[in-house]
C-alpha cells in the first residue's frame, strides 16, 4: 500500500497523507506530474476547497473512496513501528477495516489502534490521539 495526494494538493492534504502512510506503516510519493502506476494498491487523499475530504483506495483499474472531514489533527510525534488494529463494533468498524487491509477486533487494544465510534473515526497511537475524522 503506498499514499499519494492529487496533483496540485494543499499542504494541510500533504501533511494528512504523510501522516496516515507512517500511522499505517506505509511508504508516502510525492505525487507532481507523475501518474499512478497499477502495480499494488495506492490509497490518495482527495480534498475539495483545499482540505482533504477522502481517501480513494485504488487498486486493478477500481477505485473506492472513503470519505470524511478532518476534526482534529494531533501533535507530530515518532510513531512506534506496529501495525494498527480497527476497533469498534458494526459494519463501519469492519469496512473500515477492510478498506485499509488491516484487522478488526471488537474491544480496545493496547498500542496502535483505530477506533470507530458513531460518527468519527480517531488514529490513536498508545493512548495519543494522532488523528480524528468525522464520518
Given at each position: 500500500?503506498?499514499?499519494?495526494?492529487?496533483?496540485?494538493?494543499?499542504?494541510?492534504?500533504?501533511?494528512?497523507?504523510?501522516t496516515l502512510a507512517r500511522f499505517l506503516g506505509a511508504d508516502y510519493m510525492?505525487?507532481?506530474?507523475?501518474?499512478?502506476?497499477?502495480?499494488?494498491?495506492?490509497?490518495?487523499?482527495?480534498?475539495?476547497?483545499?482540505?482533504?475530504?477522502?481517501?480513494?483506495?485504488?487498486?486493478?483499474?477500481?477505485?473506492?473512496?472513503?470519505?470524511?472531514?478532518?476534526?482534529?489533527?494531533?501533535?507530530?510525534?515518532?510513531?512506534?513501528?506496529?501495525?494498527?488494529?480497527?476497533?469498534?463494533?458494526?459494519?463501519?468498524?469492519?469496512?473500515?477495516?477492510?478498506?485499509?487491509?488491516?484487522?478488526?477486533?471488537?474491544?480496545?487494544?493496547?498500542?496502535?489502534?483505530?477506533?470507530?465510534?458513531?460518527?468519527?473515526?480517531?488514529?490513536?497511537?498508545?493512548?495519543?490521539?494522532?488523528?480524528?475524522?468525522?464520518?
Amino acid at each position: 500500500m503506498r499514499f499519494t495526494t492529487s496533483r496540485r494538493p494543499s499542504p494541510r492534504t500533504r501533511r494528512l497523507a504523510r501522516t496516515l502512510a507512517r500511522f499505517l506503516g506505509a511508504d508516502y510519493m510525492t505525487r507532481g506530474k507523475s501518474g499512478l502506476d497499477d502495480d499494488g494498491v495506492w490509497m490518495v487523499v482527495v480534498e475539495g476547497d483545499g482540505s482533504p475530504t477522502g481517501i480513494a483506495r485504488r487498486s486493478r483499474g477500481e477505485e473506492e473512496v472513503f470519505r470524511f472531514t478532518l476534526s482534529c489533527e494531533g501533535g507530530s510525534k515518532r510513531l512506534k513501528m506496529t501495525r494498527p488494529v480497527v476497533v469498534g463494533a458494526g459494519n463501519s468498524a469492519r469496512d473500515l477495516a477492510e478498506f485499509f487491509d488491516l484487522d478488526h477486533a471488537a474491544e480496545a487494544a493496547a498500542g496502535r489502534a483505530i477506533r470507530v465510534c458513531d460518527g468519527f473515526v480517531d488514529f490513536v497511537d498508545g493512548g495519543d490521539l494522532i488523528l480524528r475524522l468525522n464520518i
